[in-house]
């Protein structure tokens, strides 16, 4: 399974939907820019997609939630390293109230892996984020570890960006 994104303006991105109505694609509105998501099994009907390929799922992804993307740059030799910490993951988040769908994607042009998660609304990644699983999921002192063993496995800090599958005037 691969994952494919573009973005660029609201309506731009509305107007490559509506030309592709027939496939998967999902539309989401973040700050400042859109993006249009492309999940298959097939190639992109996007001209020069960001490309991924899924490595771990949950779930099925919706056309409508709340999209939190955590955007971590990996090095070559770190990959295999990050990919089985995500393997052996405790998957406390699934059970998680509001919870939709989670993504592993693994970066075909980049060094940028996305920890994709789907959520019915903001509060409930709030949620989530406030709970008793997630402080587990992401202990500190495990965190500290890993980290203080793996350094050079990150190219530059992680960073997140979220989005809205549908339009604030829908709502």
Known sequence: MFIYMTTGTRDFMEKIKEKHASKQIILMHGSGSSLLLHE?????????????EVISATGELQEEGFF?????PVSDEGRPVFEHRFSTRA????????FVAFRLLRPLDSDTYIVMTE???????????NSPA??????????RAFVDNTTHIFTSASYITTYTAKREDEA
């Open 40 to 52: 298959t099994e097939g190639k992109s009907v996007f001209q020069t997609p960001r490309r991924y």
């Open 68 to 72: 939190v993307c955590n955007n971590i």
């Open 91 to 98: 998957r406390a988040i699934e059970s998680q109230p509001g």
């Open 119 to 129: 959520w019915n609304s903001p509060s409930d990644f709030d949620q989530w984020k």
């Open 134 to 143: 997630f402080k587990e999921a992401h202990d500190p002192q495990a965190a």
